[in-house]
T-cell receptor, first 113, second 112 residues
Framework: NAGVTQTPKFQVLKTGQSMTLQCAQD?????MYWYRQDPGMGLRLIYY???????DKGEVPNGYNVSRLNKREFSLRLESAAPSQTSVYFC????????????FGPGTRLTVT | ELKVEQNPLFLSMQEGKNYTIYCNYS?????LYWYRQDPGKSLESLFV?????AVKQEGRLMASLDTKARLSTLHITAAVHDLSATYFC????????????FGKGTHLIIQP
């Protein structure tokens, strides 16, 4: 059981470039989430997916798009990266809205220059 | 909208001492979480508190929840160096957006 996996672990982008962060879980969870963590801040929710085929905005969705490809995978896309998107991105999953455990992936450290 | 505030944000203490981290939240939260994060690592779940008066303990850490005061505490007993980390509390409002609302974290350094 790998839990929640994320790729890549590190990435450096130039302003204006695009990229997709990948997340997969093998726990048969319904809900998946993308958070960002900035220095001195807690995590902030970017987008979430309550079930396959649905996605919704969180607290800080601007500049991002997501795709729930299937039950296992939830990707986060930066169409035109900006320095303000330099952050550590965490993916998480849970059985569902009424489930009280969220499991976090190892994170992707993204730098936009 | 749920807001979560932790204090202190930074804490340096000596081994063997006791201390408490406080977590206040602004509106009803169905449940309250405590996580630990080591530098460069992901979040490790410590406790999930589901109801008023809930108390959970694991080793030298004890967490409690007072929903009437909208307050959770994480108490450290006889601190040891291995507990040095950043501790986050997070709430879940249950309505609106799914996902957790985090405090800014308490950076804890325990010195020998």
């Amino acid at each position: 059981n790998a839990g929640v996996t994320q790729t890549p672990k590190f990435q450096v982008l130039k302003t204006g470039q695009s990229m997709t962060l990948q997340c997969a879980q093998d726990m048969n969870h319904n809900s998946m989430y993308w958070y960002r963590q900035d220095p001195g801040m807690g995590l902030r929710l970017i987008y979430y997916s309550a079930s396959e085929g649905t996605t919704d905005k969180g607290e800080v969705p601007n500049g991002y798009n997501v795709s729930r490809l299937n039950k296992r995978e939830f990707s986060l896309r930066l169409e035109s990266a900006a320095p303000s998107q330099t952050s550590v991105y965490f993916c998480a999953s849970s059985r569902g809205r009424n489930s009280y455990e969220q499991y976090f992936g190892p994170g992707t450290r993204l730098t936009v220059t | 909208e749920l807001k979560v505030e932790q204090n202190p944000l930074f804490l340096s203490m000596q081994e063997g001492k006791n201390y408490t981290i406080y977590c206040n939240y602004s509106t009803t939260s169905d449940r309250l979480y405590w996580y630990r994060q080591d530098p460069g690592k992901s979040l490790e779940s410590l406790f999930v508190l589901l109801s008023n008066g809930a108390v959970k303990q694991e080793g030298r850490l004890m967490a409690s929840l007072d929903t009437k005061a909208r307050l959770s505490t994480l108490h450290i007993t006889a601190a040891v160096h291995d507990l040095s980390a950043t501790y986050f509390c997070a709430g879940y409002s249950g309505g609106g957006a799914d996902g957790l609302t985090f405090g800014k974290g308490t950076h804890l350094i325990i010195q020998p």
